[in-house]
């Protein structure tokens, strides 16, 4: 089970810290991401880290303002948001699979129920 938390409200040029809290298999087994829906759009892949978590991918899009990290100790992933726009608003969701290709054609075994973002100009 992952549940996600730490979306909200926020301001333009904002930041926010998203948080992936795993539950019920070994998260260490798993790679981990972040995707997230926008109305009207196809879900987007935002970045992910391998199972150790030494190595993250980014797509161009968002390179230099998404960092995703994990603390297998926590069981938990996140993602940290900055100079947000209202381009950003959608709602957000933790996915997780053996293969972080899966995540990057967002096509991951395991969801979460997303955690929703609004950035207000």
């Known amino acids: 089970q992952l549940v996600e938390s730490g979306g909200g409200l926020v301001q333009v040029g904002g930041s926010l810290r998203l948080t992936c809290a795993a539950s019920?298999?070994?998260?260490?087994?798993?790679?981990m991401g972040w995707i997230r829906q926008a109305p009207g759009k196809e879900r987007e892949f935002l970045g992910g880290?391998?199972?150790?978590?030494?190595?993250?991918y980014y797509p161009d899009s968002v390179k230099g303002r998404f960092t995703i990290s994990r603390d297998n100790s926590k069981d938990t992933a996140y993602l940290q948001i900055n100079n947000l726009t209202p381009e950003d608003t959608a709602v957000y969701l933790c996915?997780?699979?053996?293969?972080?290709?899966?995540?990057?054609?967002?096509?991951?075994?395991?969801w979460g129920q997303g955690t929703q973002v609004t950035v207000s100009s």
């Open positions: 996915a997780a699979d053996q293969s972080i290709h899966n995540l990057v054609v967002v096509n991951p075994e395991f």
């Open positions: 019920g298999r070994t998260f260490s087994s798993y790679a």
């Open positions: 880290t391998i199972k150790s978590g030494s190595s993250t």
